[in-house]
């Protein structure tokens, strides 16, 4: 089982920019790729980047190519997703997700553990 933690969520002014953390408990992350979904209200929930667990291949939904970063530091157990240049139409939750092996995916359903979100929020 693998607990994950996102936190760095808030409100933002169209334009700005948030950083988005997900931390694992107990195992490491160094196992697992590592994926990126927000949900936003009476919408499914969505893809949005994914990184697989080296860290050396990325994947990212093309409404926000070039705005977002993926990234993650296996020794301090924590993946990152740097959001810039914000739309109101990014406001979502945004969820962190792990599937054990190395190869990310952007499948909702491709994940084993999830964690329980953190609200972004971009007011134009």
């Known amino acids: 089982q693998v607990q994950l933690v996102e936190s760095g969520g808030g409100l933002v002014q169209a334009g700005g920019s948030l950083r988005l953390s997900c931390a694992a408990s107990e195992r490491s992350l160094s196992n697992y790729a590592m994926g990126w979904f927000r949900q936003a209200p009476g919408k499914e929930r969505e893809f949005v980047a994914a990184?697989?667990?080296?860290?050396?291949?990325?994947y990212y939904a093309g409404s926000v190519k070039g705005r977002f970063t993926v990234s993650r530091d296996n020794a301090k157990n924590t993946v990152y997703l740097q959001m810039n240049n914000l739309k109101p139409e990014d406001t979502a939750v945004y969820y962190c997700?792990?599937?054990?092996?190395?190869?990310?995916?952007?499948?909702?359903?491709?994940?084993?553990?999830w964690g329980q979100g953190t609200q972004v929020t971009v007011s134009s």
């Open positions: 990184i697989s667990r080296s860290g050396g291949i990325t």
């Open positions: 997700a792990a599937r054990a092996g190395n190869l990310a995916s952007i499948v909702v359903n491709a994940y084993d553990y």
